[in-house]
């Protein structure tokens, strides 16, 4: 579902560029959970990025859903992240003008794959049933955050990524979250990819990870093999 090959990304800097990723190869499949960890700057974000199709690689191969990414031209990448990737950030990016009824179906309007029943379904699971009609700042940061997770989940799209989607959030808050979208992408069989630097977030996900010096792999307390 996500394959990732020799990917390369490097920085313009003074006095030298700064090289960020360096032959990276990743291979997350359909239905899996992975943990993207490493240090503070180490390209997590970046990566991300290159994978949804917000930023372009230097040199490699990005294949999403059967889609090779770097074969797109700007309107085709939105249109990948319009149909096939919901995209959570740790801002939780609402939109300000829309109330959390409009937020929720905003991208599955958008791609033509709003289910009204599925809908429902998703705002009773994420506890939003009696906060459809309030606008983003009426709203916490935890019920914020989960609206940004039902509007990426909310046309089923076949890859769910997320930077640290509970970052923001105090641990209690974190914890039932976290335990909410786990449920949601297992249920719908959706592929999902998290950055994150938690090692109790991590270790809830089928594999994780590493990233460091610009290329991955798999710690010894990780489940399952390096990509």
Do not use: C
Request: proline share 4%; aromatic share 4%; net charge negative.
């Amino acid at each position: 579902m996500i394959d990732a090959r020799d990917i390369t990304k490097t920085y313009p800097g003074t006095p030298r560029a700064v090289p960020v990723l360096q032959g990276l190869s990743l291979a997350v499949s359909g239905g899996e959970t992975v943990a993207l960890t490493g240090e503070s700057g180490s390209g997590k974000s970046t990566l991300l990025h290159i994978l949804g199709g917000l930023e372009a690689a230097d040199t490699g191969i990005v294949t999403i859903a059967g889609q090779d990414v770097g074969a797109l031209d700007e309107a085709g990448r939105a249109a990948l992240r319009r149909d096939s990737i919901g995209l959570v950030f740790q801002q939780f990016n609402l939109i300000p003008s829309l109330d959390v009824g409009a937020n929720l179906a905003f991208q599955a309007r958008l791609n033509g794959r709003y289910d009204a029943g599925w809908a429902g379904t998703l705002a009773e699971r994420l506890g939003l049933s009696d906060l459809l009609s309030r606008y983003p700042e009426e709203l916490s940061g935890g019920q914020q955050q989960r609206v940004a997770i039902g509007r990426a989940l909310a046309s089923r799209p076949p890859v769910l990524m997320a930077d640290e989607p509970t970052g923001n959030l105090d641990e209690d808050s974190a914890a039932r979250v976290l335990d909410l979208m786990l449920s949601l992408v297992r249920e719908t069989g959706t592929t999902l990819l998290i950055v994150t630097h938690s090692a109790a977030v991590a270790a809830q996900m089928d594999r994780r990870v590493h990233l460091s010096r610009g290329r991955l792999s798999a710690p010894s307390d990780a489940v399952g093999a390096a990509s």
